[in-house]
């Protein structure tokens, strides 16, 4: 059972860092403002928010599945 959490832990992650580095603004999401409001500062929030919460869970997901343990 532990490892099936660890394992939803574990995508749950990657899901989060997907998010942080999608939304970072160099991608060129919000050239010419296509969302009507500043979505620039929006999509920095979102990496700076999901990008640290999704490394800590990477970490601890990892350490659960090599250690069989929370």
Known sequence: ????FAWI???LSLFSL???LFS???FGLCYGR?????CESWFIFGANIF???GLLAF????????KRTW
């Open 24 to 26: 970072w603004p160099g």
């Open 1 to 4: 059972m532990l490892r099936i």
């Open 59 to 66: 970490v601890c997901s990892i350490w659960s599945l090599k």
């Open 51 to 53: 990008g640290p919460i």
């Open 34 to 38: 296509p969302l009507r409001f500043d």
């Open 18 to 20: 997907a998010i942080a």
């Open 9 to 11: 832990e574990l995508l």
